[in-house]
């Protein structure tokens, strides 16, 4: 069965941005400007916040107009923030008094894009997180400006972070957890990331979930892989965002995704005849 495809989602580091490199591809841009040629929304689903994400995109700020930025918990469609969701300043201070009984673990709020250490030590966040550890400001308490992204970090293997993302999702059920990659957690609001993010999308724009394309790599992509059926997750995706993906692609470094993007620009639908 085609599908018709109005909104194309992709995850951006391992994705369609190999580990190591600054930006996408000229190709990669190309891509995204096919697919807003044949109608077709297109952005980027990432954990940055939107404000990071032209930089990555080769200063493309059209490529990145439709977002979901800082894992969903903001959405973006035509340049204009259209949904945000916050997290709690006092459910944020409860968090970081439980991470202090909790050796090596540590909590980083983000004012716009400053990474502020609330809880644990520098050099923990260093090792986790170097590019955040190297300008993060240390602060004795949560921020007091809107947060809708903060991170829990610790210096585990993916199994220990799964683990750790569950007694805390117990011990502050306000919050969810999602795994990225090994010493990291996104915080979240409770039962949202960029799965339900995608409903707003396609709210606004009149369109059903069957005619989305999400791509990823990430424990923090499962959410969407698993929400819509036309989902790729590339070669080297974590195993549970392997799992949650309908359909797989090769590497990100041979462009796997830009290509599939290139032919679903194009009408065609080749993941069908795999």
Not at 107 to 117: K, Y
Not at 207 to 236: C, K, R
Request: proline share 5%; net charge negative.
């Amino acid at each position: 069965m085609a599908h018709d495809i109005k909104l194309i989602l992709t995850d951006i580091d391992g994705t369609i941005l190999p580990y190591g490199q600054p930006e996408v591809s000229e190709r990669c841009v190309a891509a995204f400007h096919a697919a807003m040629d044949a109608g077709i929304h297109i952005g980027p689903a990432s954990g940055r916040g939107h404000k990071w994400l032209p930089p990555l995109l080769r200063g493309d700020e059209s490529c990145c107009a439709d977002a979901l930025a800082s894992n969903g918990m903001e959405v973006y469609l035509d340049g204009e923030r259209i949904h945000v969701e916050t997290l709690d300043h006092g459910v944020l201070g409860r968090l970081a008094k439980v991470l202090a009984t909790m050796d090596g673990t540590g909590l980083v709020c983000f004012d716009d894009q400053t990474p502020v250490l609330v809880q644990g030590s520098l050099d923990d966040l260093t090792a986790c997180f170097p590019s955040y550890g190297s300008r993060a400001v240390v602060a004795d308490a949560v921020p007091a400006c809107e947060i809708v992204k903060a991170n829990v970090f610790f210096d585990g293997t993916l199994a220990q972070m799964h683990d750790l993302a569950g007694r805390l999702h117990d011990l502050v059920p306000t919050l969810d957890f999602d795994v990225p990659q090994p010493g990291w957690l996104n915080i979240l609001t409770n039962g949202w990331g960029k799965g339900p993010a995608i409903d707003v999308l396609c709210h606004h724009l009149g369109i059903d979930v069957g005619q989305v394309a999400v791509f990823g790599d990430g424990g923090n992509d499962v959410s969407m892989l698993s929400y819509v059926p036309v989902s790729f997750a590339v070669e080297g995706a974590a195993p549970d965002a392997w799992e949650a993906a309908t359909y797989h692609l090769g590497r990100c470094e041979d462009e796997a995704a830009v290509q599939m993007i290139e032919a679903l620009a194009a009408g065609e639908t080749p993941y069908l005849h795999a």
